[in-house]
T-cell receptor, first 113, second 113 residues
Framework: DSGVTQTPKHLITATGQRVTLRCSPR?????VYWYQQSLDQGLQFLIQ???????AKGNILERFSAQQFPDLHSELNLSSLELGDSALYFC????????????FGNGTRLTVT | DQQVKQNSPSLSVQEGRISILNCDYT??????FLWYKKYPAEGPTFLIS???IKDKNEDGRFTVFLNKSAKHLSLHIVPSQPGDSAVYFC????????????WGAGTKLIIKP
């Protein structure tokens, strides 16, 4: 158990809809990362937060947004969903020091129909 | 543009033998490399890392070798055990990617009894 909790585990929705994915980091970790993994692909970095502030942005679409709340949990909002957004979305957390290992949740599988 | 490549989608190894997983990279600025292991329905788990100032790092049955001139790293597992059956991802970071991890697509390791 990594200590990182992601909800929900599965999500099925229709094109054009909006969903929110939730992540609670490991106790003591200040940094939260969001990744997308499409079928048979590596993990694509979306965005990182550190102690409530956005620290780095990757290949995150404008239709996607995220935030980290004062209690350090994070939410990833995906809107105007398209079929191609179907993927596994992972949240990871770390203490935030350079090159500190990431601890991953078990992911949310999003299916857009 | 795949900066981190794992060219073998899968690898099958007899239990007790050595498993060697390979990873190639193109960005000479990468200075930190990590291996993660992923079981089905779980998030990736950190396994071992290596800094570019070293050419070898060992942790129990796991050894990572780095060949900077060839831009190649490998993970050796000796001896291989059934519980090692998983997908293995290599990842790399560099100052010019703001130290965000760039991931390979993964290699599925199957340990045969």
């Amino acid at each position: 158990d990594s200590g990182v909790t992601q909800t929900p585990k599965h999500l099925i929705t229709a094109t054009g809809q909006r969903v929110t994915l939730r992540c609670s980091p490991r106790s003591g970790d200040l940094s939260v990362y969001w990744y997308q993994q499409s079928l048979d692909q590596g993990l694509q970095f979306l965005i990182q937060y550190y102690n409530g502030e956005e620290r780095a942005k990757g290949n995150i679409l404008e239709r996607f947004s995220a935030q980290q709340f004062p209690d350090l949990h994070s939410e990833l909002n995906l809107s105007s969903l398209e079929l191609g957004d179907s993927a596994l979305y992972f949240c990871a957390s770390s203490v935030g020091r350079l090159n500190s290992p990431l601890h991953f949740g078990n992911g949310t599988r999003l299916t857009v129909t | 543009d795949q900066q981190v490549k794992q060219n073998s989608p899968s690898l099958s190894v007899q239990e007790g033998r050595i498993s060697i997983l390979n990873c190639d990279y193109t960005n000479s600025m990468f200075d930190y490399f990590l291996w993660y292991k992923k079981y089905p329905a779980e998030g990736p788990t950190f396994l071992i890392s290596i800094s570019s100032i070293k050419d070898k790092n060992e942790d129990g049955r796991f050894t990572v070798f780095l060949n900077k001139s060839a831009k190649h790293l490998s993970l050796h597992i000796v001896p291989s055990q059934p519980g090692d059956s998983a997908v293995y991802f290599c990842a790399a970071s560099a100052v010019d990617s703001n130290y965000q991890l760039i991931w390979g697509a993964g290699t599925k390791l199957i340990i045969k009894p």
